[in-house]
């Protein structure tokens, strides 16, 4: 029964993945009156502008069963599209695993709702649209980050956590990224990350400051990879959010776990 559970979930993350498709696109594109375009507006082929049936947004289905081609313009749709619905699936199947609850408790069926279980996915969902917003654009929406900044600290108090360690952490991540913002006059860092770090430090309390350690391991690792494959040359711009964002979701999965094995090293040290 549980692992009909999980598929179920793995669909619905297929759905959430392509509406979060949708947002990203819609995010890095956008014009006046976005919010209302997103909420009302029909989906359309980004090359012949022709508006998408419902048969042409069925999540990964469509993509397999159009050869990823548009129907109409025949143009190749981006592989980004099904990648991330199935990636969305995967961490939101993972993440239901992972707390092991029961599917009535999702919508509160003969027991309470599991509201741990959505504030997560809401954390997991806006750190994915950041990391394509980010990795495109080179820019941060404040109208992802910022209401879901808001929801999570609101639900982060209901469940308990201190809004003080909240607060300090988001102000010691933020803060950090404010002085090489300003010390760089923008060059090294983005106004963005500054604020997504505030978030952080909101989602996560002091295990943000684990997220932003994994991050600039990462980012290192990745940096180093690229400029010696000569990919990138050392002036090269190269946006941090979606390290920040992986270093993120490491923590939301795994950030005790890393934690213990990280101060084991240090104590064989």
Known sequence: MYIESLVIIFFLGLTIGSFLNCLAYRLSHEEDGWLTKFLRGRSICPGCRHTLESKDLIPVISFAWLGGKCRYCKQKISWQYPLVELLTAGIFT???????????????????????????WLIAGTLIVVFLVDLKKMIIPDKIILPAGIIIFLANLYFGFSWSEMLISGVIIGGFFLIQYLVSKGKWIGFGDVKFGLVIGIFFGWWGLLALFLAY?????????????????????????????????????????????????????
């Open 217 to 269: 391991i990462i980012g290192g690792i990745t940096a180093t990879i690229l400029l010696l494959g000569k990919f990138k040359h050392a002036k090269s711009q190269v946006p941090f959010g979606p390290f920040l964002v992986i270093g993120s979701l490491l923590t939301l999965f795994w950030g005790p776990m890393i934690w213990e094995i990280y101060q084991r090293i240090i104590l064989l040290n």
């Open 94 to 120: 993972f993440i239901f695993y992972q707390q092991g609850i029961s599917l009535p408790a999702l919508f509160g069926i003969g027991t309470s709702v599991d509201w741990m279980l959505w504030r997560n």
